[in-house]
Nanobody
Framework: VQLVESGGGLVQAGGSLRLSCASS????????IAWFRQDPGKEREGVAC????????YYDDSVKGRFTISSDAAKNTVYLQMNSLKPEDTAVYYCAADFWPLPVTRANMGRYYTYWGQGAQVTVSS
């Protein structure tokens, strides 16, 4: 199983970035994929999650309306489009996956995820 993130970088406040999470080694349709972020000195927080089974999504209130998850099932890839970025969005972003052949809800942000990517740095300057 492998998760590979890409697309991080440096952007000014108000700008946009798109993160990608390319997965392999598990059936995409039976898994939930979530995005988490962590800034040094802070706890890891859940950002958003996606169900490969039905395409349902959940967003944390801090990013709702600004971030959007999408997917390309043919490529086993999930994307996180981040718009209207704020300095407080600065963090290392990780994608994670776990077996979950059901719709996702807020509870999926607190679940244990078995597989993790290496992380992608997102820095938003003011």
């Amino acid at each position: 199983v492998q998760l590979v993130e890409s697309g991080g970088g440096l952007v000014q406040a108000g700008g946009s970035l798109r993160l990608s999470c390319a997965s392999s080694g598990f059936p995409f349709a039976d898994y939930a994929i979530a995005w988490f972020r962590q800034d040094p000195g802070k706890e890891r927080e859940g950002v958003a999650c996606f169900s490969g089974r039905d395409g349902s999504t959940y967003y944390d209130d801090s990013v709702k309306g600004r971030f959007t998850i999408s997917s390309d099932a043919a490529k086993n890839t999930v994307y996180l489009q981040m718009n209207s970025l704020k300095p407080e969005d600065t963090a290392v972003y990780y994608c994670a996956a776990d077996f979950w052949p059901l719709p996702v809800t807020r509870a999926n942000m607190g679940r244990y995820y078995t597989y993790w990517g290496q992380g992608a740095q997102v820095t938003v300057s003011s």
